[in-house]
């Protein structure tokens, strides 16, 4: 049994004057939020901007090098998933699916995002991100 570790990002732009966050269909059919694996000689940092760009198309920024939460979980086989949880933004892009990675895209205003995501602990990790940025 060992930990794999992931890393990802709580990614959002502001649309109209509200901020807006990037969902990922997974290819299992649930929504979450842009993550993966570490690869080998890669950063926390360096992983959470590559999956972001992989799967979304987008060019993100990291408001800090440090995560803003880290969660764990059981995995097939009897592993544990350690995802690092980033807080990053973009503007002026349109986020486009790497079918390749997922299914699909979605932008959303925080409301409408907390109701899409699937896992519960994927959405307390947005309500406190979106709280911790006012």
């Known amino acids: 049994m060992s930990i794999i570790h992931s890393a990802g990002a709580v990614l959002y ?3 109209d004057g509200r901020r807006h966050y990037v969902l990922v269909r997974e290819k299992n059919g649930s929504y979450g939020l842009p993550k993966g694996h570490v690869e080998e000689g890669e950063t926390l ?3 959470a901007l590559r999956e972001v760009r992989e799967e979304t198309g987008i060019t ?3 408001h800090s090098d440090v995560p803003v ?3 764990e ?3 097939a086989g009897g592993d544990t998933k350690r995802v690092s949880w980033f807080i990053a933004h973009y503007e002026n892009q349109t986020p486009v699916a790497d079918r390749t990675q997922v299914l699909g895209v979605l932008v959303q ?3 409408t995002a907390l109701r899409t995501l699937t896992y519960g602990s994927t959405r307390e ?3 406190r991100v979106d709280e911790q940025l006012g």
């Open 109 to 111: 205003p925080v409301e």
């Open 69 to 71: 939460t880290v969660d």
């Open 13 to 15: 732009t502001v649309l």
């Open 73 to 75: 979980y059981p995995i």
């Open 125 to 127: 990790i947005l309500r």
């Open 45 to 47: 940092e360096e992983t």
């Open 60 to 62: 993100a920024v990291l």
